[in-house]
């Protein structure tokens, strides 16, 4: 949902990123012990791991996106656009 704020060019594109994952870690916080059910010394740590591997991941993906819609990745764009001028439909 808060990817929706993208929409709007005033709103800084890491602000929705920087919220969700905020939310994600609250969230991941009181689930990974009630579903997993870990033992007590391990649920701090594969809570942490899981947060810090999501907000990695995302994070690249936010950078890469940003870096597109920037124009930044010029050279790609055109062997993207070279590859989908090949595809027979």
Known sequence: MLRLLDVFPTVNLWLPWAFGIMLTTKILYTGVPRIMLPDPPDAFGLYLMSAL??????????FISVGCLGGSFK????????????LPF
């Open 75 to 86: 050279p790609v764009e055109n062997v993207i656009s070279d590859l989908a001028a090949r």
């Open 53 to 62: 591997l999501l907000a990695m991941v995302t994070a690249l993906e936010r």
